[in-house]
């Protein structure tokens, strides 16, 4: 049985291999925006358009409905209508109508479209089962909500956003790699007896570990394409891909190039989540956590984890502050609500499974009538990019990691005291 190497050598070791990685990505990338800027071109078109696209939020806004559209190119748009529609969230359809004034670098989030006539399409969408199945199983429509967000991405309604973000786990609740890694694990061992099983009696020369993470994998792609390759998941997931085939093959998988080529490889792929917060943030994530393996010294299992949840919540404050305002103390709870989540997922999951998946919902209702306390601060642009560059050049220099972890303390009390 062939294992992973002991001593895995670096993913790209000469200049000239670093060099030539970079380029080609970069490369892809300029050719992806290249593509997209064709595009939105289109779309500049003083002629009227048909746009066929899926319905991914439906709200009420000053008297008007304001829908929120994905078509078949992962362009978003948002429209109104002054009409009292049914909700048509998830549902497809089609717009007749003209973009408004917007740049390609708006573009590339979201922009109007001024629609003239729109219309149901006969589409369903693949993700109506799964919702159908999540909604029977709660009589509480905010926890068949809350279940939705959490196994499908679904938006999070006004109430439950306030209490997730309150309590800082909505790093937990937005599907990340952090979900990505406890599904690998759950249903690696979840597979790996029958596995090993039928191993032994008909192909004991098989690697078990090779053959059962190549099957995750596949089913993992599966829900990628389920979640419409949401940004966060997209990221692990093409990271989990290429670590898969590094780890095989001897490389090393703890890598800054390994990070930095899955961003430009997603980006080179979908060239719109360059404005995604959610996969910058993932990308940063991933970043503090290899920074943090990189620096911190052995010490007892528990110490490690605890001081590894404290660590990346505390060097992540300044980018999370950069896209979302609110702050509470009651946000320091993530820290150890990290590890009820590791139990808390996989459970809900054979909950639901097993039709039981309102079991907990009293429990969980009762939280969210705490009241909550927060406050508003952004990140400034400048103190960003200094806390970004200090950041990088942790990534060689001692004195720069030290200066991050004072950083990132400092500005943890700043807002305590705020």
């Not at 490369?27 to 800027?37: D, M, P």
């Not at 078109?45 to 439906?58: F, G, Y």
């Not at 919702?131 to 709660?138: E, S, T, Y």
């Not at 596949?218 to 989990?240: S, W």
Request: with cysteine; net charge positive; glycine share 6%.
């Amino acid at each position: 049985m062939i294992a992973p190497s002991n001593n895995p050598i670096p993913l790209l070791q000469s200049p000239k291999e670093k060099i030539f990685a970079l380029l080609l990505l970069l490369s892809l990338c300029a050719l992806s925006f290249g593509v997209k800027h064709q595009q939105y071109k289109v779309f500049l078109s003083k002629k009227p358009l048909e746009l066929h696209a899926q319905v991914l939020l439906q709200y009420p806004k000053n008297g008007h409905f304001v829908l929120k559209l994905q078509d078949t190119h992962n362009n978003h748009f948002y429209i109104t209508s002054e009409e009292d529609i049914k909700d048509l969230t998830h549902h497809f359809v089609r717009a007749w109508g003209k973009m408004g004034r917007c740049s390609f670098w708006q573009f590339l989030k979201n922009c109007y479209f001024h629609t003239l006539k729109l219309s149901l399409e006969n589409k369903s969408d693949p993700t109506a089962p799964w919702r159908a199945f999540i909604n029977k199983q709660h009589q509480n429509l905010l926890m068949a909500n809350f279940y939705r967000t959490l196994f499908l991405a679904d938006p999070l309604d006004q109430r439950l956003r306030q209490v997730v973000v309150g309590f800082g786990v909505s790093p937990l609740i937005a599907i990340s790699g952090f979900h990505l890694g406890l599904l690998s694990a759950f249903f690696f061992y979840l597979l790996s007896p029958p596995y090993k099983f039928l191993q032994q009696r008909y192909f004991p020369y098989r690697n078990r570990y090779f053959d059962l993470m190549a099957v995750v994998l596949m089913a993992l792609f599966g829900y990628l394409i389920l979640l419409h390759f949401q940004p966060a998941f997209l990221r692990a997931y093409v990271m989990a891909l290429l670590g898969f085939v590094l780890v095989y093959g001897g490389l090393e998988l703890v890598s800054f190039w390994l990070l930095g080529l899955s961003a430009l490889l997603c980006l080179a792929l979908f060239p719109n989540l360059v404005r995604s917060a959610g996969f910058w943030l993932s990308v940063g994530g991933v970043f503090y956590i290899f920074l943090f393996i990189k620096y911190m010294p052995k010490m007892p299992a528990w110490l490690y984890a605890l001081l590894f949840n404290a660590g990346i919540f505390i060097l992540m404050l300044p980018l999370v502050h950069f896209f979302f305002a609110p702050f509470g103390a009651t946000q320091l709870g993530i820290i150890l609500l990290s590890f009820v989540f590791v139990v808390f997922f996989p459970s809900v999951l054979i909950l639901h499974a097993l039709h039981l998946g309102g079991l907990l919902d009293p429990y969980l209702l009762s939280l969210v009538r705490l009241p909550l306390h927060l406050k508003s601060f952004f990140t400034p642009a400048w103190f960003l990019c200094a806390y970004v560059g200090l950041s990088l050049l942790a990534m060689r220099f001692f004195w720069a990691w030290v200066g991050v972890g004072v950083v990132g303390v400092g500005f943890l009390l700043y807002l305590l005291i705020l």
